[in-house]
């Protein structure tokens, strides 16, 4: 998924499923009475890694390719190692230039390319994955994501059952709000169900650096863990690092468990296909313009069907904790429930949540703290 940083994968290559590179459409031509999208017979998707990551990258690339299934006379046009810089803009030019009117801008740092397009094009809709706006939404653009820590809650769970040494250990990039929601909710999951367990966090201050997961990885088994876990966009490292120690493994943006056959527990994975073919029926209907995708469309279980959810579980996941995770995700779903009830603390004691509190999705999304049983400081 992201990246918060233009050069983060810079040097790599990008690869486009396309054949033209025609200069850019003047703006001008594009200004339209019709809807945004409307008449579209292509439909672009741009990722900032490969398609075949065993991640954040390969879930989107699965999604397009439910989106051709249910459109098979649509061409669909992917454009994998996107950076998140001007080539981003260039590309999804040349996906107009093909005859795209719909646009999946996919990585948090497309964002402000994903705009630019959208200005220049008020015929074609651009919708991006993961970020928000924060000005006025223009009538052909939007955000739209899950809300991710509620299966890495239920995956906490399915961890502090397993481990045998009471230690998880929980590899990411950077300390986001959303990432540090993510970590959060592990620990809380876990500790619902066994109260000595921990999470011990490395930082590898990039979103898809073998090298520096295999060294978190080593890391953190050197310490004693016997569960790992990640917020990577790229996540073979880490799991297969996990295999070979004999350790086992929450997954993360995609089903990985054929690399992981004995340590496998499950994964919080995404299921894009259903959301994604529906924010491509609303634009080919011609019903984007104020539509729930025309704005920061945010969904989880309290809200609609999350498409952040859980893998198929290992054959360590027993029945009674299968059990408790389908009603812990029950209990998600109503008014009470969250992975941050209060009371909640953090690493120093002090009550954050008070007791009672239900935070919402928006307040969950600006995370800025580790709770009481998560080890490591936040990387700066």
Known sequence: MRKSTAGAIAGVAVTLVLTSC?????????????????????????????????????????????????????????????????TAATTMEKMIDKGAKLIFATSYGHLDAALKVAEAHPDVVVVQQGNTIT??????????????????????????????????????????????????????????????????????????????????????????????????????????????????????????????????????????????????????DGDFVGSEYNANFRVGYKTGTNPFVLAGYGDQISEATQKAITEAQAWLATDEGSPFAGPVEDQSGKVVIKDGAIPTYAENDGMGFFVKGVIGKLAQ
Do not use: R
Request: aromatic share 8%; charged share 20%; proline share 6%.
């Open 135 to 284: 000005t006025d939404v223009p009538k052909n653009s939007g955000t739209y994501f899950g809300t991710v820590y509620e299966p890495m809650y239920l995956a906490g769970i399915a961890a502090g059952s397993a481990t045998k040494t009471d230690k998880l250990g929980y590899v990411y990039a950077f300390p986001i709000p959303q990432t540090i929601a993510n970590i959060n909710a592990f620990e809380q999951g876990a500790l619902s169900v066994n109260p000595d367990a921990e999470t011990i966090t490395v930082s590898t201050s990039d979103w898809c650096n073998p090298g520096k997961q295999q060294a978190a990885a080593e890391s953190l088994l050197s310490q004693d863990v016997d569960v790992l876990t990640q917020h990577q966009d790229c996540t073979a490292t880490v799991i297969q690092a996990a295999e070979k120690a004999g350790a086992m493994t929450v997954g993360y943006h995609a089903d990985a468990s054929s690399i992981a056959p004995e340590g496998w527990l499950t994964g919080a994975v995404w299921n894009w296909g259903p959301l994604y073919t529906d924010i491509v029926k609303t634009v080919v």
């Open 22 to 86: 025609a200069s850019a459409t003047d703006p001008q031509s594009d200004v339209t009475d019709g809807a945004p999208g409307e008449g579209t017979t292509a439909i672009g998707f741009i990722t900032v890694g490969p398609k075949d990551d065993f991640g954040y990258n390969q879930a989107v690339f699965e999604g397009s390719e439910a989106v051709k299934k249910a459109y098979p006379d649509m061409e669909i046009l992917t454009a994998e190692n996107v950076p998140e810089d001007d």
